[in-house]
């Protein structure tokens, strides 16, 4: 081999590595920016959550809900909605699910209790409206709280929400009054 077959051998491997380097550190920037994204659009959203209409309507709701009134219909879905949106950009990856569980996760799973016990108004909702993705999203948002709760306390069945621990969740949002 000689010397000029050895540089452009040399110029090659060296393309190839300031390649393969260049789209690494692309990739890790992307997850880094994604990463931000996720947290800045997360704390807007807790935000919002902690808005003096949505705590009003998340103490209506958590009233409603505790009285245990199966045949009243619940009319008020800001809160239900709410984590509808979360759970759908969740599920499209938009939010990190970490990040959405440490954010919203017990009262992710204290609302998702208290809609489908005693009764699954979410099944009821579905059947008389023949529409099987109605709160979807909220649905499948709590089986991933519920997945990432039995992940962090190492318990692959017994750390779904009881209702003890559901109640207490929609007692303190009972009692919570807006800011003035």
Known sequence: MSLGDLATWTAVIGTWVLVVGTLAFAYWQMRQTRRISSATTILDLRGKFEAPAMIAARRLLATELLAEDAAKEIENFDVYLFFHLVGSLTHER???????WNAFGSHVGAYYYFLTHPVDRISQWRAEAHDHTILSEFEWL??????????????????????????????????RMPPS
Do not use: C
């Not at 938009?94 to 959405?100: E, F, P």
């Open 142 to 175: 709590a089986n991933e709280i519920m997945k990432l709760d039995r992940a962090m306390v190492k318990d692959p069945v017994g750390s779904e929400t009881t209702r003890e621990d559901a109640r207490e969740v929609l007692t303190y949002e009972s009692h």
């Open 94 to 100: 938009i939010l990190d699910r970490r990040m959405v």
